[in-house]
Nanobody, 126 residues
């Protein structure tokens, strides 16, 4: 599975961006997907995750109410809508995917995800 992340850029505080993650397989609808971010001098952390059907989502506390994760299985893609951006949101954002295990719970640990996109830079200026 190959993942292509896009949509990053430079935005001012309070602005919005929409990241997209496109997959190379038609079976993407059977994958859980998460967005992680890696800021300088920090560990890579999960931002949001979504189950295969789009019916269950997870958000890090730092982005709740500002970010929305969603998916379009017909287009083999997942998006991350980011509103009210802050300078502390500056990071390289990665999408990651893993085949669903049908457990009903979302995986949010980095080492649980098997496939990774190349990352897209998000910079929020103050």
């Amino acid at each position: 599975v190959q993942l292509q992340a896009s949509g990053g850029g430079l935005v001012q505080t309070g602005g919005s961006l929409r990241l997209s993650c496109a997959a190379s397989v038609d079976t993407f609808r059977f994958y859980e997907v998460a967005w992680f971010r890696h800021a300088p001098m920090k560990a890579r952390d999960v931002v949001a995750a979504i189950n295969w059907a789009g019916t269950n989502t997870y958000y890090a506390d730092s982005v709740k109410g500002r970010f929305t994760i969603g998916r379009d299985n017909a287009k083999n893609s997942v998006y991350l809508r980011m509103n009210s951006l802050k300078p502390e949101d500056t990071a390289v954002y990665y999408c990651a995917a893993v085949r669903t295990n049908w457990s009903g719970s979302l995986r949010i640990a980095e080492n649980e995800y098997a496939y990774w996109g190349q990352g897209t830079q998000v910079t929020v200026s103050s």
